[in-house]
T-cell receptor, first 114, second 115 residues
């Protein structure tokens, strides 16, 4: 799996957009970008994934650069409950039905302040 | 919304004892995983399981560990003789086979404390 680089921590004001960057300069053509988060010792929670197009769901938006070497997770209106460690993970998503482990790094601790 | 459940939420055991951690994956999922997280450290992959056999395991998953799907709903992790360094949060996850349900969904975890 390609290596990812994320800032150790970030702060965001409640109600504002939180933009979490991730660098993955060695990403391969068949690797997807995944985002998970972990709220204080709870199980990791899937947020979103993408290959090359921007993606949006009810939780967040994912912007992937054209060269796919970096991406940004956007929480449009951060709340106090969004305070968590956010993990950017790059891996193959699907290959003949095989399942693939997730390799977690240290992630970014996002603190949403009132 | 379907979710992965784990029991117990907290298990305290003495060194050398056997423990079994239980998980109920999402009902139509076919792939099952165990991860662990030592306090203050990264989430680490232990093992993946599909079609009643281990499909991948990490170096952590030595002979002291075993997994089983004893019936159609439960997925268990057994540690035969616990060590102090086994103290950690253990997370179960599951995923489906079709492209819609392929993402891994995690349970709330079991905190294992070995004394």
């Amino acid at each position: 799996d390609a290596k990812t680089t994320q800032p150790t921590s970030m702060d965001c004001a409640e109600g504002r957009a939180a933009n979490l960057p991730c660098n993955h300069s060695t990403i391969s053509g068949n690797e997807y970008v995944y985002w998970y988060r972990q709220i204080h010792s709870q199980g990791p929670q899937y947020i979103i994934h993408g290959l090359k197009n921007n993606e949006t769901n009810e939780m967040a938006s994912l912007i992937i650069t054209e060269d796919r070497k970096s991406s940004t997770l956007i929480l449009p209106h951060a709340t106090l409950r969004d305070t968590a460690v956010y993990y950017c993970i790059v891996r193959v998503r699907w290959s003949g039905g095989s399942n693939y482990k997730l390799t977690f790094g240290k992630g970014t601790l996002l603190t949403v302040n009132p | 919304e379907p979710e992965v459940t784990q029991t117990p939420s907290h298990q305290v055991t003495q060194m050398g004892q056997e423990v079994i951690l239980r998980c109920v994956p999402i009902s139509n999922h076919l792939y099952f995983y165990w991860y662990r997280q030592i306090l203050g450290q990264k989430v680490e992959f232990l093992v993946s399981f599909y079609n009643n056999e281990i499909s991948e395991k990490s170096e952590i998953f030595d002979d002291q560990f075993s997994v089983e799907r004893p019936d159609g709903s439960n997925f268990t992790l057994k540690i035969r003789s616990t060590k102090l360094e086994d103290s950690a949060m253990y997370f179960c996850a599951s995923s489906g086979r079709d492209r819609v349900s392929y993402e891994q969904y995690f349970g709330p975890g079991t905190r294992l404390t070995v004394t």
